[in-house]
């Protein structure tokens, strides 16, 4: 038994396996992405099938196997998923944010121990719902973008590095640009829809607060073509997030 091992992880998503098993896909602290049989778990007597289901944060034990790894004990951290799945905005916000993790982790047992101290606080903050779960979402995946080294410019040109802001915006360029680079095609979006995009790539809150609400959608949208762009494919959970504008309390 010296072999076992422990890691605190959260629970991306699940598969069917067999008639009673399941395969549970973890972005964990120590070993990055990490795949691993719950032998069992979708008998009604197992001892901890509840705890191995999307948006759990655990601490959990495996044995490795000749090809995917035996969970053997789970403990739960933070049981993300009460505060998220009866709520719709919340439950596909949710399940943007563990996709774009899974797809952002595409090798298994490397470490990325800032997007998974990202996906816990992105989840932490969805099922607190003290702020609105489209805005979580696009700051989440700013930051998650700036891992990865895909960050769009924004205060800056990105083909020549001009101070901005300025007022033309290419996901194919990587971003805002000035007038000299502006490549056919760019979208316009306002000075309130760039600071938008600042405050949230740099968790400026208060700023976020001050930004008129119409600068949302048109945010939402340049965060998703910019992400889907280098991912070079569609997220399935992105179109079903639900992008409502929630008036400023007050």
Known sequence: ???LYRDTGIVLRVQKLGEADRIITFLTQRHGKLRAVAKGVRKTSSKFG???EPFCHVDAQ???GRTLDIITQVQTLDAFGVGIVNDYQRYTAACAIVETADRLTAEEGEPAVRLYLL???ALRALAAGDRDPSLL???YLMRAMAFAGWAPAINECAKCGDPGPHRAFSVQAGGSCCANCRPPGSASPSQDTLALLSALLHGQWHL????PHLARRDASGLVAAHLQWHLERQLRSLPLVER????ADG
């Open 119 to 121: 996906v816990a606080g």
């Open 62 to 64: 495996f044995h490795p």
């Open 50 to 52: 509840a705890r191995l």
């Open 244 to 247: 409502k504008a929630q008036p």
């Open 137 to 139: 979402l696009d700051a």
């Open 1 to 3: 038994m010296a072999n």
């Open 208 to 211: 976020v607060d001050e930004i």
